[in-house]
């Protein structure tokens, strides 16, 4: 088996106008997909964070991997020396594909087995502007009737908000709103490190029976094992610890409680299994985190999640902000019932991608050429005087 010809495909789609404690998302969201061929004809994709840096990285190991075997990832991992991890995850998970496909099974089952076969996901919520989708939610009412409209239509169990947007009283009011409206659900809020430690610990008190976790509400592995301290809450991260070599230092301050993550920044599907045992050797939960992406991302996130014993918690996913004339797939995209989505068990990914809709999708890159997200200039065009203040509150 060897890999005969390598695609760079990068990819824009349409995204709401979604708020974040940085700024808001621009009109179109970038992603960098990579197409394997092997000398069978057999087909296998990855897809990874968009922007030139990403696609330099991918265009930059592409004469490495030519004529390397898909199924010595290890190999390929000692070849890519130096690649980034989201660069090096991009070509594990078409790798991957393009095995499984080759050997007529699914990537959870390259990757040890599921243990589940279908992954709970969370309803990830987001304040924002209006569209020609979406009427504006910047308030506790909007968000809660926003809430009613994805649980009726995908049934989560679990609700995040992205946070650190209102102010921090409002942010506790609706979080106050969805535990009303939602008893049952697991809720979780999200400020993006946008808080002093003072107002989190202000507001970790005052949610501390609403929510199941917090995350990243402060600055560093310093901030936040302070902050543990002070409140009762487990607090999660994906931006204090984000890399292997960040570990020891956030287990000696007895930092976070949970550590969320993501095949595309810890590099790759493997990396990721081995952060969970990492994590459940130190007594550490693990959740999953989830950036703007397409549907070959989410058939990844779920073949890993399947994979995952201790990932007792709802996945993050952006995937309900996707519009369905930007999926990927011939089939239209995967579907969230009852909160859930059934992991994919045909050969591979087990998803069917249309070259015409990657055509489509790579034309729209072609005409809003993004070289990399700035969430930050975007709130600029809409408040001039909007500056990236951290912490704001
Ligand atoms: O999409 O605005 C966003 C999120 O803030 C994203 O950029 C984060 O990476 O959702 C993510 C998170 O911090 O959990
Ligand atoms: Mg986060």
């Known amino acids: 088996m060897k890999i005969t010809n390598i695609d760079i495909i990068p990819v824009a789609f349409k995204e709401p106008p979604l708020r974040n404690s940085t700024g808001v998302h621009e009109e179109y969201a970038v992603r960098n997909l990579v197409k394997l061929t092997s000398e069978c004809g057999a087909v296998g994709y990855g897809e990874t964070l968009g922007g030139t840096e990403v696609y330099s990285g991918l265009e930059h190991f592409k004469k490495v991997l030519l004529g390397q075997d898909p199924a010595n990832i290890e190999?390929?991992?000692?070849?890519?020396?130096?690649?980034?991890?989201?660069?090096?995850?991009?070509?594990?998970?078409?790798?991957?594909?393009?095995?499984?496909?080759?050997?007529g099974i699914s990537v959870s089952e390259l990757l040890g087995g599921r243990v589940r076969d279908e992954v709970t996901v969370s309803g990830y919520l987001f304040y924002h502007y209006a569209d020609e989708n979406y009427n504006e939610n910047l308030s506790t009412e909007s968000m809660v009737k926003e809430a009613k409209y994805w649980f009726d239509k995908h049934g989560f169990t679990t609700l995040k908000v992205k946070g650190g947007v209102l102010e921090p009283a409002e942010e506790i009011e609706t979080i106050r709103g969805l535990r009303a409206a939602f008893p049952e659900a697991k809720l979780r809020l999200d400020p993006n490190q946008i808080w002093s430690l003072t107002t989190a610990v202000q507001v970790g008190r005052a949610l501390a029976d609403d929510l199941e976790y917090l995350e990243d509400p402060v600055n560093g592995i310093e901030g936040m094992a302070r902050l543990r301290q002070l409140i009762r809450l487990p607090l999660a991260t994906n931006m204090c610890v984000t890399e292997f070599?960040?570990?020891?230092?956030?287990?000696?301050?007895?930092?976070?409680?949970?550590?969320?993550?993501?095949?595309h920044h810890w590099g790759g599907l493997w990396a990721s299994?081995?952060?969970?045992?990492?994590?459940?050797?130190?007594?550490?939960?693990?959740?999953?985190?989830?950036?703007?992406?397409?549907?070959?991302?989410?058939?990844?996130?779920?073949?890993?999640?399947?994979?995952?014993?201790?990932?007792?918690?709802?996945?993050?996913?952006?995937?309900?902000?996707?519009?369905?004339?930007?999926?990927?797939?011939?089939?239209?995209?995967?579907?969230?019932?009852?909160?859930?989505?059934?992991?994919?068990?045909?050969?591979?990914?087990?998803?069917?991608?249309?070259?015409?809709?990657?055509?489509?999708?790579?034309?729209?890159?072609?005409?809003?050429?993004?070289?990399?997200?700035?969430?930050?200039?975007?709130?600029?065009?809409?408040?001039?005087?909007?500056?990236?203040?951290?912490?704001?509150?």
């Open 245 to 263: 070599d960040h570990i020891p230092a956030s287990v000696r301050a007895n930092a976070v409680d949970v550590i969320l993550l993501d095949h």
């Open 273 to 393: 299994k081995h952060l969970a045992v990492i994590c459940n050797t130190l007594g550490l939960d693990v959740s999953m985190h989830s950036n703007s992406h397409l549907d070959i991302s989410m058939a990844a996130m779920l073949h890993l999640a399947a994979t995952i014993p201790n990932l007792i918690y709802a996945s993050d996913t952006h995937y309900i902000w996707v519009n369905e004339s930007d999926s990927l797939l011939s089939t239209g995209k995967l579907q969230i019932k009852d909160g859930k989505m059934d992991v994919p068990t045909s050969p591979g990914l087990g998803i069917d991608i249309d070259g015409e809709k990657v055509a489509t999708l790579h034309a729209n890159f072609e005409q809003h050429p993004i070289e990399s997200r700035d969430d930050i200039t975007e709130m600029r065009q809409r408040n001039c005087s909007w500056l990236p203040i951290k912490p704001r509150w």
């Open 75 to 103: 190999r390929a991992k000692l070849l890519m020396h130096g690649a980034a991890p989201n660069v090096f995850s991009a070509y594990e998970v078409a790798m991957l594909d393009l095995t499984g496909k080759i050997l």
